[in-house]
């Protein structure tokens, strides 16, 4: 029932909600970043975190600094954060929390038959999975030869199973059909996750539902960027767009037949939200489209703070700490590279 769950919500969900909007509370400022964008060296960085909740997590790491450290010690702060609340979570809490890392562990399966192909380490890709897409199985990924063995040896037993029905093929592993997996087992897991939220109802449905069609149509467009040029029909392509979203279905229907940025824009013009982030870019530019996005969703999930009661503060908040983690990370790149006259290029400001 909308608009009563105060009545039972604090019950189970109350102290994490207190716990989440605390943690949201010590996300860097604009006022954080203009200093962090003044820094001269990456231990000028670690001095500046060092007053923040990251400066336990960077205290103990000798000089000279690399932007990997920073990033790992502030991934490990947001991996300890979400290990405490799954761990006092109770159902249907607890369900959702996985459900945020499965889009992790995808990424993370990608990343090691990726690497496999190009005959990498399996030890040093490890290293670079994310740690919240991390399952038991995750290094025997490497013997698999096809789609079908991938699920058989390993993918049976995780909880990405269910979404591999749709991409099992005898086929042998190359860069396309990788894509083409990612992004099959993406659209599976959004619509999963967008049918369980509806069955929670209430508030949590009703955020939830706007976060995850923001993201369904982000990929979608992403998708039909990424496959101009390439051999990908306007039928395979409309099979990974998500069946939900603004733009489900016509725009998706648009879409599908677009050969060039411009067409895209063209497609996106007709749905308000869109077409305020296509107006931000001149004509045949794509470059600053995913800082355009990401603002978009920054504002999104800030705004779901504004009501109470409902699961979709853990989302935003996970969401937001992760984006603040790739704003730390293209700092400290600049600032590593020299290339300070760059940095405020891919800064998202939260606040």
Request: hydrophobic share 40%; aromatic share 12%.
């Amino acid at each position: 029932m909308y608009g009563f769950e105060a009545l039972t919500f604090n019950i189970h969900g109350g102290y994490l909600e207190a716990i989440v909007r605390g943690h949201r509370a010590s996300l860097l400022t604009a006022a954080d970043y203009n200093n962090l964008c003044q820094c001269e060296t990456l231990d000028d960085i670690k001095m500046h975190l060092s007053a923040t909740e990251y400066g336990p997590y960077l205290q103990n790491e000798p000089s000279p600094l690399h932007t990997t450290t920073i990033v790992e010690k502030c991934t490990l702060k947001l991996v300890d954060e979400y290990k405490n609340m799954l761990c006092q979570a109770t159902e249907p809490l607890s369900t959702f929390l996985e459900y945020i890392t499965y889009g992790h562990m995808i990424d993370n399966v990608v990343l090691i038959v990726t690497g496999t192909l190009h005959e990498r380490d399996v030890q040093e890709l490890l290293e670079k999975c994310h740690p919240l897409g991390m399952f038991d199985s995750i290094a025997t990924l490497a013997v698999a030869q096809n789609m079908r063995e991938l699920y058989r040896l390993v993918l049976v037993d995780t909880p990405l199973a269910p979404y591999f029905s749709e991409c099992i093929t005898s086929e042998d592993l190359d860069d396309m059909n990788i894509e083409i997996m990612r992004n099959t087992l993406y659209k599976a897991y959004l619509e999963d996750f967008y049918r369980f939220c509806q069955k929670l109802g209430g508030a949590t449905a009703e955020i939830m539902s706007d976060l995850l069609a923001f993201e369904a149509d982000r990929r979608a467009v992403n998708i039909t960027i990424n496959s101009i040029g390439t051999e990908l029909t306007r039928d395979d392509r409309r099979k990974l767009y998500s069946n939900f979203g603004l733009l489900y279905p016509y725009g998706h229907e648009e879409l599908a037949i677009c050969e060039d940025i411009d067409q895209v824009r063209g497609a996106m013009e007709k749905y308000p939200p869109y077409q305020s982030i296509f107006a931000k870019l001149s004509y045949g530019e794509s470059q600053m489209l995913d800082k355009a996005f990401y603002e978009e969703e920054v504002k999104r999930l800030c705004l779901a703070f504004e009501q109470q009661f409902h699961y979709a503060v853990f989302f935003a908040y996970m969401r937001l700490r992760e984006q603040e983690i790739r704003n730390l990370m293209w700092i400290s790149e600049c600032v590593a590279q020299n290339q300070k006259s760059r940095v405020h290029d891919s800064v998202v400001f939260i606040f």
